[in-house]
């Protein structure tokens, strides 16, 4: 079974663009998670998405946008970029079966803010 | 506001010897803890968890001990091998079913041969 893919693996913008990044999940995984990753910080939680709908989220300002598509791919967006943007963004997707130790991560995408 | 915290960002270990990883966190409605493992490049995945109405879970070479009372939770890999070399992350949740999880900065993990 095909794993958690993201693209593109690596994105350099420049303060003040706009970025789109995308997440294909496992295929029959309905649930899919952006998480955030900086070294001082560690992981933080973005939103999740189900069935097209963002059912959690995350303590991010509303530059950062998500949605999911009907065939459960989802893309996250971020508006304005800022320095401190600069992260890996992982995704993680998820079986219906809504345990949170079933969540496959993707390998992230690298976003560097010059 | 850090949650969840591992206090210690690098640890050397032996191989052959135990490693420990300690982790601790702030919020007592917590209830389901779990523990990941990165390489660099790839994502993280999924080790042990344990639930908050058991002290220890025990897989392989791998245990989780939780300290309810002391917010605290320690990973113990027994004995230690050159693959275990990673970035170690504790993460905590408020139900088994939550998406959410909520990190530790994460332990660089070595081991040496």
């Known amino acids: 079974k095909a794993g958690v893919t993201q693209t593109p693996r690596y994105l350099i913008k420049t303060r003040g663009q706009q970025v789109t990044l995308s997440c294909s999940p496992i295929s029959g995984h309905r649930s899919v998670s952006w998480y955030q990753q900086t070294p001082g910080q560690g992981l933080q939680f973005l939103f999740e998405?189900?069935?097209?709908?963002?059912?959690n989220k995350g303590n991010f300002p509303g530059r950062f946008s998500g949605r999911q598509f009907s065939n459960s791919r989802s893309e996250m967006n971020v508006s304005t970029l800022e320095l401190g943007d600069s992260a890996l963004y992982l995704c993680?997707?998820?079986?219906?079966?809504?345990?949170?130790?079933?969540?496959?991560f993707g390998p992230g995408t690298r976003l560097t803010v010059l | 506001d850090q949650q969840v915290k591992q206090n210690s960002p690098s640890l050397s270990v032996q191989e052959g010897r135990i490693s420990i990883l300690n982790c601790d966190y702030t919020n007592s409605m917590f209830d389901y803890f779990l523990w990941y493992k990165k390489y660099p490049a790839e994502g993280p995945t999924f080790l042990i968890s344990?639930?908050?109405?058991?002290d220890k879970n025990e897989d392989g070479r791998f245990t989780v001990f939780l300290n309810k009372s002391a917010k605290h939770l320690s990973l113990h890999i027994v004995p230690s091998q050159p693959g275990d070399s990673a970035v170690y992350f504790c993460?905590?949740?408020?139900?088994?079913?939550?998406?959410?999880?909520?990190f530790g900065q994460g332990t660089r993990l070595t081991i040496n041969p």
């Open positions: 344990i639930s908050s109405i058991k």
């Open positions: 998405y189900f069935s097209e709908t963002q059912r």
């Open positions: 993460a905590a949740s408020l139900d088994q079913g939550a998406q959410k999880l909520v």
């Open positions: 993680a997707s998820s079986s219906l079966a809504l345990r949170a130790d079933t969540q496959y």
